[in-house]
């Protein structure tokens, strides 16, 4: 599953396309994303791309938003990964 955030104009007017191509059925909007994610991976993927910039900086940049500190961070983390284990086990009692 992708969940993005995009300019809300151009979502407007991709809904409004995929609805004109596809149909207004369930799915519509599903269609039309594969067919733009294939489409845009035909188009970079004989392209030699290289991540240019420190990658520490742009790690920084993507949790700037996030008002926590690393170690409750790893907390949060591990209880996360904790429950999602525990669901996965059968319970024997």
Do not use: C, T
Not at 12 to 18: H, K, M, N, P, S
């Amino acid at each position: 599953m992708i969940r993005a955030k995009i300019d809300e104009k151009l979502e407007l007017r991709f809904r409004e396309l995929a609805m004109r191509r596809f149909g207004y059925a369930k799915g519509a909007l599903s269609k039309a994303i594969e067919e733009a994610i294939l489409r845009w991976l035909s188009f970079v993927e004989n392209e030699d791309i290289v991540f240019e910039g420190d990658p520490v900086e742009a790690i920084e940049g993507i949790l700037s938003d996030i008002d926590i500190d690393s170690v409750k961070l790893q907390h949060m983390a591990k209880d996360i990964w904790a429950s999602k284990v525990l669901n996965n086990v059968p319970n024997r009692y």
